[in-house]
């Protein structure tokens, strides 16, 4: 097991592009994909892009576990999944603002534009090519990693900066804490 150390805004590893991956059924992306997992379980993260741990290529590693999932959302838990060169297309014209965080601004919540449906296309480990359709937090946690591989953190998407919060600082006043029930419609 190995827990990487997740480095923050200004890196220079979260500015660049990251390469594509040659041969996704490698070895050292197979150790690479375990670390990250490592990583995420650590802290009970959801998702991690490969450039967070100052691996410049294009991997992502994501689930979303039921306890993250509010009560009354349509959203299932989704198993552990392994990203290997994955490319997104928005299937909307739509975008819907979401609350994000990020594990490379810690502390610190977003009020985003995201695509509300998108196609996502990536490879496996084993070197299948799979696609599948997303919508609502899924869709904006599939935008938010992909991102990552670009050079793009969440601020660098928003269009309101009067919405970038410290999460210390956020009150309930029923809209930071009840925006899941009404956005995680995925
Ligand atoms: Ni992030």
Not at 13 to 25: E, F, K, M, N, Y
Not at 26 to 43: G, V
Not at 84 to 103: D, F, Q, T, Y
Request: with cysteine; net charge negative; glycine share 6%.
């Amino acid at each position: 097991m190995a827990v990487r150390r997740i480095v923050l805004m200004g890196n220079e590893s979260l500015r660049g592009v990251a390469a594509p991956v040659d041969d996704p059924t490698a070895p050292d992306i197979a150790s690479l994909a375990k670390d990250m997992r490592d990583t995420l379980e650590e802290i009970d993260g959801v998702g991690l892009a490969a450039p967070q741990i100052e691996v410049a290529k294009r991997v992502v590693v994501y689930r979303v576990p039921k306890f993250r999932i509010p009560a009354g959302a349509k959203l299932q838990p989704i198993p552990w999944t392994v990203m290997v060169n994955p490319a997104i297309e928005p299937l909307s014209r739509e975008k819907k603002p979401i609350w994000e965080r990020c594990l490379s601004l810690p502390g610190l919540y977003g009020r985003v534009p995201r695509y509300v449906h998108v196609a996502i296309s990536f490879q496996t480990m084993d070197g299948q090519r799979v696609e599948r359709e997303a919508r609502g937090y899924h869709a904006m946690l599939l935008q938010h990693e992909c991102d990552h591989l670009d050079g793009y953190l969440y601020p660098m998407r928003m269009t309101d900066m009067d919405q970038l919060s410290f999460v210390s600082e956020l009150v309930d006043d029923g809209d930071i804490f009840s925006y899941q029930a009404d956005e995680f419609d995925g």
